[in-house]
């Protein structure tokens, strides 16, 4: 299961009753789109105990059109990546044990 933008908009909502949802929606575009513009200049982004989104490289390659076969030349270009922080991994792993 996932949890959409619309999701996590209502679950923040409902933890901070305080703030109006459109505050709450403000503040998710916001932070995504500080991520979104930090990527795209090629700076890493450290989120204590949560995680690291950083950017992959990937070289130009020959690969093959499945249908017919034939060669096609594939551009290089970048991949967003995130890995877990060690705190996070063992928060899941010790939840998701208990959901069994």
């Known amino acids: 299961m996932s949890m959409t933008r619309s999701e996590l908009i209502n679950a923040m909502s409902l933890r901070f009753p305080?703030?109006?949802?459109?505050d709450v929606e403000a503040s998710v575009s916001?932070?995504?789109?500080g991520m979104s513009q930090s990527l795209c200049q090629r700076r890493r982004i450290e989120i204590?105990?949560?995680?690291?989104?950083?950017l992959?490289?990937?070289p130009p390659r020959i690969g093959r059109n499945p249908q017919?076969?034939?060669q096609v030349a594939i551009p290089a270009k970048?991949?967003?990546h995130f890995k877990t922080?060690?705190?996070?991994?063992?928060?899941v792993n010790m939840q998701a044990g208990q959901i069994k």
């Open 56 to 58: 992959n490289h990937r």
């Open 18 to 22: 305080h703030l109006g949802k459109e």
């Open 30 to 33: 916001i932070l995504l789109e």
């Open 85 to 91: 922080s060690k705190e996070l991994k063992q928060r």
């Open 68 to 70: 017919t076969g034939e």
């Open 48 to 54: 204590r105990v949560f995680g690291t989104f950083t």
């Open 78 to 80: 970048y991949t967003p």
